[in-house]
Structures are given as structure tokens and as C-alpha cells.
T-cell receptor, first 114, second 112 residues
Framework: SAVISQKPSRDICQRGTSLTIQCQVD?????MFWYRQQPGQSLTLIAT?????????ESGFVIDKFPISRPNLTFSTLTVSNMSPEDSSIYLC???????????FGPGTRLTVL | GNSVTQMEGPVTLSEEAFLTINCTYT??????LFWYVQYPGEGLQLLLK?????DKGSNKGFEATYRKETTSFHLEKGSVQVSDSAVYFC???????????FGTGTSLTVIP
């Protein structure tokens, strides 16, 4: 399975600022996914990022708030823009590998917005 | 549409007790089914999977059988350990592999 790293692992940010989260995979993958996990909750898909095309956002998430880059087949970034305390969550990236469609996850970025 | 319904938590068990976490699904066609585990402060790890009816996924003493007739994928372990304390998520990948659905998660605490 793919090995996925994320940076930063955690951060505390001020309201109104932006944070860019990096996701690095040790092998080339077509699809990368960004999720949000609010405290005590399940995962909510933010967007799907394919290399060479615009990310596809789920209902309730917009590009202006969560711009995503996917410059190559092993790397992606998610920016959380103009942050508010409601953005405090764990943000996880994942990739899809294997014949069953399983996804493999990075360790997550724990974001606290004050 | 596709969905996953998971047993509500939290669940607290004594060490060496038997564990069952129920998971049922709604899906068209032939989805793949998964259990993920999230240990405190960590990301999600794939625990086991089953890709077709009657398949049994197993790992680290955990098992789950893909039951198409009851649309279920219940997680079981015969004797839990304190180190099994975590949140467990049931998940489904639709038959295209393009859509992934998570249950709400079940928190398990095992006490010595």
C-alpha cells in the first residue's frame, strides 16, 4: 500500500489567515482525495484531485475556500482560506489503490483556529 | 443512493471480551466493503476488506463477512485487548470505485 505523509501534522492559526497542507505519496496515483474530520465525527469528502485537471468539489465546499493543487502524480496541496474557528478539524488526504477501490490515508493535519 | 449505517457508540468492554460492531449498507450493484481503524491521535488505517459476497476479511484477530442477503459487514473479534481501543469506521466503495462512503464511526474502549 502507498505510504502517505502530510505537513504540517498540526497547527494553531489565527482567524482570517490561510494554511496550506501538503500531501506526499511514495508512488504515482491518479486520484487523490481530501477529507475533513470534525471533532468526534466521521469523514466528509471535500474534493477529489486528479493530476492535470481542476479538482472536483463536493456539495458545501467551494474552490475559493479550499483551493487545491495537484501538480504531479505524487503530490497535492489543500489550502484552508480565511479561516474561522469552525474550520478547526483534522484534514486528511487519501489515495485509491488496490483492486477493491480501497483508500489509504495520510496521518492527518490537526488544525485549530483561534 | 449508497450509504453505510453503523452501530452507535461508544462501546466499552473488558479485556478478553467478545466484540461485535454492526454495519449495514445500501448500495446498487456489487460494492466493496471495508473496516478502518483510527487510533487516538492518528489517521485511518485499513483494517480489513471484502470485495464480493461471502468473502471474509480478517486481520489482527478481527473478522468481517460480506453478507449480501442481509447487506451487512459486521466486525467481530473474539478477545479484545486494551490496545484495540480506537474508533472503527465501516466503509463502502461503489462498484465503479469512484465513490466512497463512511459510516459514522464507533468508539471502542477496552478496560483492563
Amino acid at each position: 500500500s502507498a505510504v502517505i505523509s502530510q505537513k504540517p501534522s498540526r497547527d494553531i492559526c489565527q482567524r482570517g489567515t490561510s494554511l496550506t497542507i501538503q500531501c506526499q505519496v511514495d508512488s504515482q496515483v491518479t486520484m487523490m482525495f481530501w477529507y475533513r474530520q470534525q471533532p468526534g465525527q466521521s469523514l466528509t469528502l471535500i474534493a477529489t484531485a486528479n493530476q492535470g485537471s481542476e479538482a472536483t468539489y463536493e456539495s458545501g465546499f467551494v474552490i475559493d475556500k479550499f483551493p487545491i493543487s495537484r501538480p504531479n502524480l505524487t503530490f497535492s496541496t489543500l489550502t484552508v482560506s480565511n479561516m474561522s474557528p469552525e474550520d478547526s478539524s483534522i484534514y486528511l488526504c487519501s489515495v485509491q489503490q488496490g483492486g477493491g477501490g480501497e483508500q489509504f490515508f495520510g496521518p492527518g493535519t490537526r488544525l485549530t483556529v483561534l | 443512493g449508497n450509504s453505510v449505517t453503523q452501530m452507535e457508540g461508544p462501546v466499552t468492554l473488558s479485556e478478553e471480551a467478545f466484540l461485535t460492531i454492526n454495519c449495514t449498507y445500501t448500495a446498487t450493484g456489487y460494492p466493496s466493503l471495508f473496516w478502518y481503524v483510527q487510533y487516538p491521535g492518528e489517521g485511518l488505517q485499513l483494517l480489513l476488506k471484502a470485495t464480493k459476497a461471502d468473502d471474509k476479511g480478517s486481520n489482527k484477530g478481527f473478522e468481517a463477512t460480506y453478507r449480501k442477503e442481509t447487506t451487512s459487514f459486521h466486525l467481530e473479534k473474539g478477545s479484545v485487548q486494551v490496545s484495540d481501543s480506537a474508533v472503527y469506521f465501516c466503509a463502502l466503495s461503489d462498484q465503479t470505485g469512484n465513490q466512497f462512503y463512511f459510516g459514522t464511526g464507533t468508539s471502542l474502549t477496552v478496560i483492563p
